[in-house]
């Protein structure tokens, strides 16, 4: 049987990136997605990516904004306990909230959840998941290769001296730094998966990760679901 993981995430630029890290964590490993969207509440099923022999499936719940992620855990928490499910992880940004809302979000981040035989894991991105791509650095060459480290920093990324996780809107810093050659960042799907698709996911594993405590601790969660 295979194992079975649910992921709730707070929009489609979450949702994309989750699968592709998955995939590439997965590697010979067969995984099939159940991939869902909340509306007015409920959550309905959207896309099923499958797989001839999975290993792991896994349900990816996008809740279509933050403030979801985890009433959306506490109100499927039941059936996905029935459907043997072994892990709940969740994942939302911090932002538009600030750093010097941190504490507090991590203090009540599990309250009011429920405590049964299926762990519950929930992550914060800090402040947004775009911190994580603005640190993969080999990933803007293949967003265009006029973009320069000179950009980057004119883009309000001195990645020389400040980490990500420490800039208060990362997904707009990303949009400067292509804008720089002519491009966008923004959360128009094409523009998304344009960003995911150009991402080395090594890169993210072995060095993205060291530079990020949010997703270093997120990837573990992600680790722990599927092997």
């Avoid at 997965?26 to 499958?50: D, T, Y």
């Avoid at 010097?100 to 981040?109: A, C, G, H, N, T």
């Avoid at 208060?168 to 804008?179: N, Q, R, S, V």
């Amino acid at each position: 049987m295979p194992k079975k993981l649910a992921v709730f995430v707070e929009g489609l630029t979450e949702q994309e990136f989750v699968i592709s890290l998955l995939k590439e964590l997965a590697g010979k490993r067969g995984v099939a997605f159940n991939i869902q969207k909340q509306h007015k509440g409920h959550l309905s099923l959207v896309e099923l990516r499958s797989h001839p022999n999975p290993d792991v499936e896994v349900l990816i719940a996008n809740c279509d904004t933050d403030n979801q992620v985890k009433s959306q855990i506490a109100d499927q928490y039941q059936s996905l306990c029935n459907a043997g499910y072994s892990l709940i992880i969740g994942l939302r940004d911090v932002h538009p909230l600030a750093h010097q809302d941190i504490p507090r979000l991590q203090k009540y981040l599990s309250t009011g959840l429920p405590n049964g035989g299926v762990p519950i894991h929930l992550h914060l991105a800090i402040l947004e998941v775009e911190a994580w791509f603005l640190e993969e650095l080999t990933h803007y060459a293949r967003i265009d290769q006029n973009i320069s480290n000179t950009d980057l920093v004119a883009g309000g990324f001195d990645y020389g001296k400040v980490r990500a996780c420490d800039l208060g809107h990362p997904a707009m810093i990303l949009d400067e730094i292509y804008k720089r050659a002519g491009k966008r960042y923004t959360k128009k799907r094409n523009r998304i998966q344009r960003t995911i698709d150009a991402l080395s996911f090594e890169e993210m594993y072995v060095n993205v990760r060291q530079k990020s405590q949010s997703l270093d601790g997120f990837v573990h969660s992600l680790e722990m679901g599927v092997f």
